[in-house]
T-cell receptor
């Protein structure tokens, strides 16, 4: 079945450092890919998404490019802030193999801590 | 403002008791989902519903039950048959299979602790 593998954390960075969180996926179809962010004690919020190969999703300075050849969707940010401290989840959804539903398959999450 | 409301935020339960978690949405979404979150394991799908009066099991449905009598509501019951119910439970919704988008909106979660 479909699956998502993302780099294990925790990741600790200093403010203004460059961030990369790796994510690779396995899917039989042509999934849409997502990054969600979870701040402490809260639910998940959509950070960005890409629906087809070579699409780049971006939001709040974060970017990720859908790479079909490497089945990857790595999250990057050029200069992190303390407020970016959260848990980041990579996820995929493929309606064509999921009976039309939009249920997501998640990675295990990567906890990011940014120190001032 | 539209969104998803989960209640209660915190819940304590004795072993052997059933407990029901509420999830209400005013987004006019057709589809709703329940996920369970455990430290280091990400999110796992318990049940989902694509339309009123219909729902399907997810990957870890054993020990849980749901109902979808109204479009806005998708309550989750954690039964005494669930062997390890202590977890953070997240409800989500989406427009549904006939929409062009496939983005889930999440509630703030309910933390269940079994004493």
């Amino acid at each position: 079945g479909d699956s998502v593998t993302q780099m294990e954390g925790p990741v600790t960075l200093s403010e203004e450092a460059f961030l990369t969180i790796n994510c690779t996926y396995t899917a039989t179809g042509y999934p849409s890919l997502f990054w969600y962010v979870q701040y402490p004690g809260e639910g998940l919020q959509l950070l960005l998404k890409a629906t087809k190969a070579d699409d780049k999703g971006s939001n709040k300075g974060f970017e990720a490019t859908y790479r079909k050849e490497t089945t990857s969707f790595h999250l990057e940010k050029g200069s992190v802030q303390v407020s970016d401290s959260a848990v980041y989840f990579c996820a995929l959804s493929d309606r064509r193999t999921q009976g039309g539903s939009e249920k997501l398959v998640f990675g295990k999450g990567t906890k990011l801590t940014v120190n001032p | 403002d539209g969104g998803i409301t989960q209640s209660p935020k915190y819940l304590f339960r004795k072993e052997g008791q059933n407990v029901t978690l509420s999830c209400e949405q005013n987004l006019n979404h057709d589809a709703m989902y329940w996920y369970r979150q455990d430290p280091g394991q990400g999110l796992r799908l318990i049940y989902y519903s694509q339309i009123v009066n219909d729902f399907q099991k997810g990957d870890i449905a054993e020990g849980y039950s749901v109902s979808r009598e109204k479009k806005e509501s998708f309550p989750l019951t954690v039964t005494s048959a669930q062997k390890n119910p202590t977890a953070f439970y997240l409800c989500a919704s989406s427009l549904g299979r006939n929409s062009g988008a496939n983005v889930l909106t999440f509630g703030a979660g309910s933390r269940l602790t079994v004493l």
